[in-house]
């Protein structure tokens, strides 16, 4: 259980094109997604987190026009990098917050998608 | 900024050898996970361990957790040339999770 996938794996775009990565909870729901993003041999910094049917959370530094996130299900949410540009090149990752029992909740994470801008 | 501090930042030993990680972190946290990451790959869960917990392992993996000193530790024994990868540790606090820096371990045949 407690899968979560990510479509697409991988994406190459020309610049100033929109590219619009999903996120999907396969067995549980998940209230709260969690958006990051992985630059060459360095660690995931969290962008922004997204609660089902709300405004998403941005993290300081991070572009909420550029960096567009819908949750619109308790099972999908999608981050769009519109107008992108080759210094938007990296690996998103998201992840989705499961409960278990006990009460507890944690995170589960996609197997991530590779945006190449050219 | 970043809640995590890994070191080492790079490790290579020879196969059969033990690899250990060590994970600092600043406030309190609710659990700390250990992820694995082989080259451009996405991440690969490998324990939690939580803030009431001091040990715990799972295979060839030993983590352990000292709170009043903020870290962790991840112990690999009997490595083998498969366990070369980069391993994150991850604090989690409330709904937020905070990835370290990352250790880059290669594991020579």
């Known amino acids: 259980g407690a899968v979560v996938s990510q479509h697409p794996s991988r994406v190459i775009c020309k610049s100033g094109t929109s590219v619009k990565i999903e996120c999907r909870s396969l067995d549980f729901q998940a209230t709260t997604m969690f958006w990051y993003r992985q630059f060459p041999k360095q660690s995931l910094m969290l962008m922004a987190t997204?609660?089902?049917?709300?405004?998403?959370?941005?993290e300081q530094g991070v572009e909420k026009d550029k960096f567009l996130i819908n949750h619109a299900s308790l099972t999908l949410s999608t981050l769009t990098v519109t107008s992108a540009h080759p210094e938007d090149s990296s690996f998103y990752i998201c992840?989705?917050?499961?409960?278990?029992?006990?009460?507890?909740?944690?995170?589960?994470f996609g197997p991530g998608t590779r945006l190449t801008v050219t | 900024s970043q809640q995590g501090e890994e070191d080492p930042q790079a490790l290579s030993i020879q196969e059969g050898e033990n690899a250990t990680m060590n994970c600092s972190y600043k406030t309190s946290i609710n659990n700390l996970q250990w992820y694995r990451q082989n080259s451009g790959r996405g991440l690969v869960h490998l324990i939690l361990?939580?803030?009431?917990?001091r040990e715990k392992h799972s295979g060839r993996l030993r983590v352990t957790l000292d709170t009043s000193k903020k870290s962790s530790s991840l112990l690999i024994t009997a490595s083998r040339a498969a366990d070369t990868a980069s391993y994150f540790c991850a604090t989690a606090r409330d709904q937020k999770v905070t990835f370290g820096t990352g250790t880059k371990l290669q594991v020579i045949p």
């Open positions: 992840s989705a917050e499961g409960g278990l029992a006990g009460g507890t909740y944690e995170q589960y």
């Open positions: 361990i939580r803030s009431n917990e």
């Open positions: 997204s609660n089902e049917g709300s405004k998403a959370t941005y």
